[in-house]
């Protein structure tokens, strides 16, 4: 028991939980908007990609970093496009990324590098790792939350910082009256088509920043499908925290927790296929408890938190 609950399962969490933790941000975000994005599973797979292919050329890995973003934030553009000025349906539209994104990816990896599954280059340098001082120190606090990628305490960070921005200032309070309220705040002057492609941008700059942490701060490579449904899981998180940042937090800390846990599960002779889906089955419990949370608030027997 001493083996599976230990500082590493803990250290492993915060790393597993930032891609999730940034996705899901994303996510709230365009939910607050008033925009149900099912498209991070693919944004992520595509910053994944595309930071390896940055740090491939440039040789930088910031510079690999800032290049996942902007090509997402391409795709997060012409999502936009698509949903808030043309009316396309969200849900098709969010879906058509994700399978574009799997094959995309898959002719690019041949494309580029002339592999097919995965790419591994040795002499790619990835994240680096910040030893926090005087916080390293300290016995099992500093083994926990020492030595992680700049991508895993912004997360955290952006957490607090979009929790502010939501519910302290005046363009937080009027990027919930366009989802909440559309027709209220088009007729005090709020221009709601564009607070939603601005949180569409913003949900796009974060997938791009959870694809990076995934394929150049966990690992450095690519492999094909690397995101493993993690997107989606992202998008599970945002709704059990209720698009509320400091609650997606939460949420994604328990999914982090469930896929280092599983991962921990490995060193125990158990089959590969139950531990890989132990984040799954935390997901689909995770949405029955949201689907009664859902039932119970509609029938007025909790209120709203």
């Known amino acids: 028991m001493d083996q599976l609950f230990d500082v590493s399962l ?8 930032a891609p999730i933790l940034l996705a899901a941000l994303g996510g709230a975000i365009c939910a607050r908007a008033g925009v149900f994005n099912v498209a991070l ?17 440039f040789h930088n890995v910031w510079l690999a970093v ?8 391409v795709l997060a553009l012409m999502f936009a496009v698509l949903t808030v000025h043309l009316n396309a349906n969200v849900i098709v ?3 058509a990324f994700n399978f574009l994104a799997t094959g995309l990816t898959a002719y690019g990896l041949f494309a580029v590098f002339g592999v097919k599954g995965s790419f591994y280059d040795r002499n790619m340098v990835g994240l680096p790792r910040w030893n926090i001082p005087l916080l390293k120190d300290i016995p099992f606090v500093g083994d926990v939350l020492s030595g992680h990628s700049p991508l895993v305490y912004l997360a955290f960070g952006l957490a607090f910082a979009l929790q502010f921005y939501l519910f302290r200032t005046v363009w937080g309070f009027r990027l919930l009256a366009a989802g909440e309220h559309p027709a209220a705040a088009a007729s005090v002057g709020l ?3 564009r607070i939603r492609i601005g949180a569409i941008l913003l949900s796009g700059m974060l997938c791009g920043l959870a694809g990076a942490q995934l394929s150049l701060g966990q690992v450095t490579l690519f492999t094909e499908n690397m995101t493993a449904g993690r997107g ?3 998008l599970v998180a945002s709704m059990l925290g209720q698009n509320n940042p400091l609650g997606v937090m939460l949420a994604s800390l328990l999914f982090g927790l469930t896929d280092a846990f599983g991962i921990r599960l490995q060193g125990f002779s158990l089959p590969a296929q139950f531990t890989m889906m132990v984040p799954y089955v935390m997901t689909l419990a995770a949405m029955f408890f949201f689907k009664d949370r859902a039932y119970l608030r509609q029938s007025g027997r909790i209120g709203d938190r």
Do not use: D, K, P, Y
Request: glycine letters at 8%.
């Open 10 to 17: 803990f250290n492993s969490t915060l790393r597993m939980v």
């Open 232 to 234: 989606f899981i992202a």
């Open 41 to 57: 599973e693919g944004w992520m797979l595509t910053a994944a990609f595309a930071a390896i292919v940055g740090n491939h050329f």
């Open 93 to 95: 539209v969010g879906l």
């Open 191 to 193: 221009r709601v088509n």
């Open 66 to 73: 800032l290049f996942a973003v902007a090509c997402v934030t």
